[in-house]
């Protein structure tokens, strides 16, 4: 999982919150990610949606793609298809994917690499690995988090961000044992480069065998922390590859790695997404790459979709139709 490395020793520490007198999350709740099949045929691990969106909000969806060994010819991607009245956020940590959009953004997201596209109002686009990595196979990881906008910012305009892997700003714990990736939002007065219309952060830690991570978390946020590999334990509770846990209020929160690793293509860390938003509070009408406020934008937004309307500037080979027995569904 190379994802971006550095030397903890040399970069900016995030301060440690005093043992006494802080506010330490728990963990609530704890999910295990089901599998599903995606794409053109690619699984992927989803803790949430589930059963109470509400606790994730404002984060809509979140898949864990890989990490997988693909042989020559096996990888797949998502083709063209809609999205309208949230924001995508795709983050390689092994392998690569193409992004191509109807805004004209696009680019190669690789190792350590996110993209972020705002769909706001609508837009078209596709995420597919490249020809050369379809043609020789290799290790492919990564993640992609739906955040959602609030009901004002449904209809802005579509925008894409090419967060680049040198462009993450990079933290070590306050005694060097944990390595940050913090791609957006502020941790301990430090920003990250993603550019956020619903405030949240998002950060990727790799925590060291035996380890531990203690860090402030704005009380207004909620926070979730998902195992991406390794286990370790959040608070009091245990949590491991593919697991979702979600933490209560409070100020601060607190994470160790097992000091026996057994997974395998790693460093042998605890590999952890820490997630945190500000809940928008607002109703949530969904159906497939739509996400509204009422199910009569959903039905709008499907209309525009068969009409042509979503993505303008759609190269020719997107298609503008859904199948004729597609049936409204709710979230």
Known sequence: MPAVTADTLTLPRVTRPPERGTA??????????????EGEGFEVRRPFPGTDLSLADPFLLLDHLGAVEYGPGEAKGA??????????????????FEHR???????????????????GAGVLHSELPPQDFVARGGLFHGVQLWVNLPKELKWTPARYQDIRAGETVLLSSDDGGALLRLIAGELDGHRGPGMTRT????????????????????????ALVYALAGRGTVGTSRLAEGQLAVLGPGEALSLQAARDQDYNGSRGGF??????????HEPVARYGPFVMNTKPEIIQAMEDFQAGRLGVNAPEEVPHHTSADEKLRGS
């Open 24 to 37: 330490w999350r728990q963990v609530a709740t704890s999910v295990t990610a089901r599998r599903q099949m």
């Open 79 to 96: 083709p063209w298809h809609p999205h309208r009245g949230f924001e995508t956020v795709t983050y390689m940590m092994d392998g690569a």
């Open 101 to 119: 959009d109807s805004t004209g953004g696009g680019g190669l997201i690789t190792e350590g690499a996110t993209q972020w596209m705002t769909a």
């Open 199 to 222: 405030p949240i952060t998002y950060v990727h830690a790799t925590v060291a065998p035996g380890a531990r991570l203690a860090l402030p978390w704005p009380e207004r946020f909620n």
């Open 271 to 280: 590999e952890v997404l820490l997630l945190g938003g500000s809940p928008l």
